[in-house]
């Protein structure tokens, strides 16, 4: 017992005193996924891909879409990254997303958030269903 003791005061300590000090962030952090709507197609294989369903696509205008992304449902897996074919989703170094309401935690501006019995759907308003 007093071993142990001696050796955890001799120990660096494992963590740091978040938020007044804060680690450096390591090559290939995978943060807040953020979109680059003009590289974007809106061929929804993003969308397809999400193992979290964080996805749905939001029309933003006749024959335009962008997906939506819910940061609360999000795994910040990079899959959706990975998959998109124009490389218009690049993983952020933002973590902190806390929130006090949800609607700050869907990234789709200008667009309310769809609730959550479209979001189960997958289909957020004003887009059309897949295949469609
Ligand atoms: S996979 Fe890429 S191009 Fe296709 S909808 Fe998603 S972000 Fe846009
Ligand atoms: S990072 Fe993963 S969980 Fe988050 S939106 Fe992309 S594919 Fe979905």
């Known amino acids: 017992m007093a ?3 001696a050796r955890h005061l001799l120990k660096r300590p ?3 005193l978040y ?3 804060r680690l450096t962030l390591p090559a290939g952090f ?3 996924p953020a979109l680059d ?3 974007c197609t809106g061929c929804r294989i993003c969308e397809r891909d999400c193992p979290a369903g964080a996805i749905t696509m939001v029309q933003m205008a006749e024959k335009v879409l962008r997906p939506g992304f819910f940061y609360d449902r999000c795994a910040f ?3 959706c990254s990975e998959s998109c074919p124009k490389d218009a989703i690049t993983m952020t ?3 902190e997303l806390a929130a006090f309401d949800r ?3 869907y990234g789709a501006p200008a667009m309310p958030r769809p609730k959550d019995p479209e979001i189960a759907k997958g289909k957020a308003a004003g887009a059309p269903a897949r295949g469609a």
């Open 3 to 5: 071993r142990e003791t």
């Open 14 to 16: 494992a963590t740091v």
């Open 19 to 21: 938020p007044f000090q």
């Open 30 to 32: 995978r943060g807040r």
């Open 37 to 39: 709507t003009e590289k």
């Open 77 to 79: 897996c990079a899959q």
């Open 93 to 95: 170094d933002e973590y």
């Open 103 to 105: 609607q700050s935690l």
